[in-house]
């Protein structure tokens, strides 16, 4: 008996560069003996070769942002339609505009990382087209989830209709690069132990760096402060960083797509700050914990569904004032911190592991193939 054929839609990144992407490759790697699966995604050269078992359809990468974003869905929309599939997995709010072309093509599912136009990058142009892609996936005749479940709360109050949560989740390994970290901390004069680390896909007012850097200089930080990701795509908000921190000692080192380095940096430093503003599920997060450094995050409602007090330390978001005075409780309370960090990786090996999660998605498609 041939495996059904499903096709991942709406991811852009092949090898991931984590968030959505990262989501995908997961449940892809643990489901890829049961299904025949092709994915869309931006050429890459790694890409055919980066998973065995897995079909990869490559297409230009155009610029023009959210325009170049839209062209490459509707490339990938024409692609699917010229071929046969059983089940469409549609990633991404604002992929689901196409949802409605693909009825009478396969049975589909689709899921919501976040409502993307509650961040601060895109225009009120591209947020409108945002919005409107939301009110498609929730009035589509997708069957459709969730990762996070506040969203899917709010999703199932506004709608009343089924909506299925299934968590991000991680792999639990031990797979560091300890040479190139030392490395890393050699070119910028680090001490393992001994400097702050931030770190997020992109930079932009919405992952709330700025409040970190604000608490950071209200107590005369005088250690160095890493401030991973991309420094492009919002230019005015990471120089105005720049120059209304510029007494602080921070490395701006911009993206780290190597996630073992990114690991292992993260778990030689003293702290992770998480300051996001708002999120779906944070995989990044959840990655953080893997390496037991204690963490300080916003106290959103989305962190606070998978964390508690016992994982790890609070502070109001967007109060610099309240995470100041959690990183001298934590500087004062490191073997607390410590205990805190342990306990969070427990939790997430108990109920956030790629296994299981994906575990809940085959028997999903089981479902729906079968309805």
Partial sequence: MKNPKLIFFGIKYFPSKGGTSRVAENIIRNIKYKY?????????????EHMNGVKVIEFSDWPGGSIGALFYFFRSAIYLLTKKFDLIHIHKIDAAIFIPWFYKKAKIIATSHESAYLRDKWSKFEKRYLQKAERIFLR??????????????????????????IPNGI????????????????????????????????????????????????????????????????????????VKY??????????????????TLIKKAKFFIFP????????????????????????????????????????????????????????????LLKAKAHKALDHVINNYSWKKISEQYHQLYTNVLSS
């Fill in 276 to 335: 996001s503003e708002t999120e779906g599920m944070s995989i990044m997060l959840l990655e953080a914990v893997s390496t037991l450094t204690p963490i300080i995050a916003s106290d959103i409602k989305e962190n606070k569904e998978v964390f508690d007090e016992a994982h790890l330390t609070f502070f109001e978001n967007m109060n610099a004032d309240d995470l100041l005075d959690k990183i001298l409780f934590a500087e004062n309370n490191i073997e």
């Fill in 36 to 48: 025949d699966i092709t994915i869309l995604c931006y050429k890459n050269p790694q890409a055919k």
């Fill in 140 to 165: 589509s005749k997708a069957t459709i989830t969730c990762i996070s479940n506040p969203l899917t709360r709010a999703y199932i109050k506004q709608t009343g209709r089924k909506v299925i949560y």
């Fill in 246 to 263: 510029q007494e602080l000692d921070i490395i701006y080192p911009g993206y780290i797509g190597d996630l073992p380095l990114l690991l």
């Fill in 171 to 242: 792999t639990i390994n031990d797979h560091y690069k300890e040479e190139e970290a030392n490395e890393f901390l050699k070119k910028y004069k680090l001490t393992e132990n001994n400097y702050y680390f931030f770190a997020a896909r992109r930079i932009m007012q919405t992952k709330g760096c700025h409040t970190m850097l604000e608490a950071l200089k209200r107590i005369n930080y005088n250690g160095k402060v890493v401030i991973a990701g991309d420094l492009s795509h919002a230019k005015d908000y990471v120089t105005e960083l720049k």
